[in-house]
């Protein structure tokens, strides 16, 4: 798949995009409407392994970003471009709508600046409601008072980048896993020439760099970076589905004043659980993704605040993403923008820094701007004719109704063969996942397909089954466990 440039010295590739999270995801999907040659390089066996695969899931209606930032257009106009774009992939986004609470008079004046702030950024559906309005919609709840958003809604962002890759690939994109770029350098014809560390190369006329909490130092390859990217760990818990009688709306609090994020909220999940969290930690490794006794202890204290009558729920699972945060822990800046700009001295070098919330919901509209300001100028779009958002999104067996799992098993025996009961997984949808158009195998690309391990067991009981359905499928469950690149066990044999 990987190409050096052809005869005649021109780039194999017109655009390169580093980085297979939702922005890389969102602009390769993007490009394949138009006939040009572009490769989206991710140092994963997977898309959606970085930030995208940890975080709150929330599309924002985009009233806590200041008016007149780029963050606060990219995410009104994005917030509807998901929408619809989920729609037309078969991602699941569910309408929960959201409630900033102010625990009494003093955060008042808070929610109002939060209402003008939404007013001025055009955003549909906030409303200032009172304890008993509270109450009514949610009694479970505390607070005095609330900043209702109708528009709010929570999605499973890894499941989009999926989506939107899968669909680009489809289209005629093209995606190399494993591939984690270490080498920047110039061809003769003035194209990119990436290098990747297990010795692949790539050439390319333009590159976007999309590589999450590692832009800085994808940056660094060719210059100095522009901004540093100093990380941010916000940890989670998941509470067991019941919980999810509870509450069924997005519960913020008033943020703290650190600037490091919005603050412990309650938030329901498309995948049925409640989840706590995340917390403000600067850290000092990037991909340092572990969680603590003691964040965790804090994340049910703050949360059940908001919702007491969580409280007797369990967790089943934690977790932990890291923000790529413009500013550090000891800084007097309390915002940042995204940083999106083409390098000054590296012409047709285009660094996204800072894509921190509200980057899944902005991550559409983010890549309409990268390719409106700095791709078009520089590359012919013509329409690919043949563009077509066309793809069937593996079906939840668990939620179709008994006539239509009927169907299903009639036409597939497969569907009757559950390999993760808390999810009720089928052996079908599991082989559906493996064979997925990006070539991604392993227990997480499943998981992320499927949702299998995702349920109350976590895995203790179905990771057997899956590994052997892996294997059954011809590949070698040793390179799947290891994250490497995945061969069929049985290709080149002779068959007859
Ligand atoms: C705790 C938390 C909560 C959040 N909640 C929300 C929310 O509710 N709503 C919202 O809108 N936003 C939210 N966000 C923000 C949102 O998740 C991010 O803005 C978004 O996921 C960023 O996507 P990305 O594609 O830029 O980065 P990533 O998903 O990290 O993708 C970058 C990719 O680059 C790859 N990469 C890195 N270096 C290299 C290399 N050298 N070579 C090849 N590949 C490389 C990585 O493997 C990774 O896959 C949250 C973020 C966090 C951390």
Redesign the pocket.
Known sequence: MSAAGNKAGDPAYSIAI????????ALLHELSRYRVRTVL????HD??????????????AGFMVPRGSLKARL?VE?IRQYKALARDLGVPVQSCRKLVIAKDDTELPYLRRLLDQGTENRVPGLSLINHRQIRALQPAVTGKYALLSEETAVTL?YQM?IAMAENAVLNGAEVMLN????AIGRGASGAYLLH?ADGRRVSAKLVIN??????D??MGLLETPAETVYP???E?QLLEEASTEVVTMAVYPVPPQSGG?LGVHV?PTVNGGILL??SAESIADPEDTANTAEVLEALRREAFELVPALAPFQTIKTY?????KLFGSGSPVRFKDFYIRESGSRPGVVN?LG?????????PAIARHVIEEFIAPQCELLPNKTWQVRRDPIPRLRHLPQEQQRRLWAQDPAYGDILCHCEQVSRAEVVQAVNNPLGAVSIHAIRKRTHATLGRCQSSFCLGPLSREILRQGYDIGAVARGLPVHPIFEGMETE
């Open positions: 580093v980085g297979g999270g939702i922005v890389g995801a390089l991710d140092k994963h898309v959606a392994e970085g930030i995208t695969k940890a975080n709150s899931g929330v599309l924002h995410n994005g962002p980048a591939a984690e770029l270490t990747t999309a590589a999450g909490v590692k832009a130092e994808v941010w760990r916000g989670y994020g938030t969290g995340p932990s993403g890291v923000r790529p996204l894509i921190e919330s509200p980057g899944l919901t902005a991550a």
